[in-house]
């Protein structure tokens, strides 16, 4: 029966999939056919929209660059660090908020409020705690990706089975135990979109601190860049960053198992 259910559903997906890919396909090139024609089309200023040829030599001039892959160093290791403090900090107070109705009532609405809030504003804070340094942009990539992680592990925790606490419970189980055994292998698809969103924030709040007060990093490259009006090299950035985002997401859905699943 299961294997019947498995072809019926492979005979029915394939020309699915494979419309899917022509359709994105035709998205891209349509995209990039505007993009060339408004590139060409003097309706805009000149090199506010460079020519894809232009911004192909400033791709290859940004990859041929040591000094781009150093300042990219330097904002991967903040966007780690951010990442690693805001994640294990989220996951570890979304646990107790959901495991405790009475800390979650009480707690949960302000995170709630400040969720949303634009976490540059704290930035002024940041320096002042922790100085003009990459600790202030590491503080503030932490703060943007606290808040999405704690939301998601909270509510995933209000949505375990209420079978698996009790058997827990039956055991005897302490806090730790009931963490390491039933509620972080009950919850993995929670924490990992909360850690999906965390590190899209996480990479937003620290590229924006980059662009306000920084030497070096992408962000200050991307600034600088467009502060002399260099438009292919920004938009070079500005893909390469792109890319590396969709592969740093899609590197935390494999990890955890989200992706073999869904194709499952």
């Known amino acids: 029966m299961a294997e019947t259910r ?3 559903s492979a005979g029915t997906s394939a020309p699915f999939g494979s419309s899917v890919t022509l359709l994105r396909a035709a998205i891209i090139l349509g995209v990039l056919g505007l993009w060339e024609l408004l590139a060409h089309s003097g309706w805009l200023y000149r090199d506010v929209v460079p020519s894809l040829l232009a911004i192909g030599r400033a791709l290859f001039a940004l990859l041929t660059s040591g000094n781009y892959y150093f300042n990219l160093g330097v904002t991967a290791g903040e966007i780690g660090l951010a990442l690693a403090i805001g994640g294990l900090s989220g996951v570890a107070i979304g646990l107790l908020l959901g495991a405790n109705r009475f800390l979650s009532k009480a707690y ?3 995170l709630y409020y400040l969720g949303p809030t634009p976490k540059i504003i704290f930035f002024p804070v940041m ?5 003009v340094g990459v600790e202030s942009k590491i503080a503030l990539g932490a703060l943007s990706c606290f808040f999405p992680v704690v939301l998601s592990v909270a509510a995933g925790m209000r949505a375990i089975d209420g079978v698996l606490v009790r058997v827990g419970k039956s055991f005897r189980a302490d806090p730790w135990q009931m963490a390491m055994k ?3 292998p009950a919850m993995r698809h929670p924490i990992i979109n909360g850690v ?3 590190l899209g924030f996480a990479l937003i709040g620290t590229l924006l601190a980059e662009t306000k007060l920084s ?3 992408i962000g200050f ?19 390469v960053l792109f890319v590396l985002a969709i592969g740093a997401n899609a590197l935390v859905g494999r990890l955890g198992g989200l992706d073999s699943i869904k194709r499952s």
Do not use: C, V
């Open 108 to 110: 949960e609405p302000y």
């Open 127 to 131: 320096i002042m705690w922790f100085g």
């Open 182 to 184: 039933i509620y972080l």
């Open 6 to 8: 498995r072809l019926t």
């Open 215 to 217: 030497n070096k990093g």
């Open 196 to 198: 999906r969103l965390g």
């Open 221 to 239: 490259l991307i600034i600088q860049a467009y502060s002399i009006f260099d438009m292919p090299r920004m938009y070079a950035m500005l893909i």
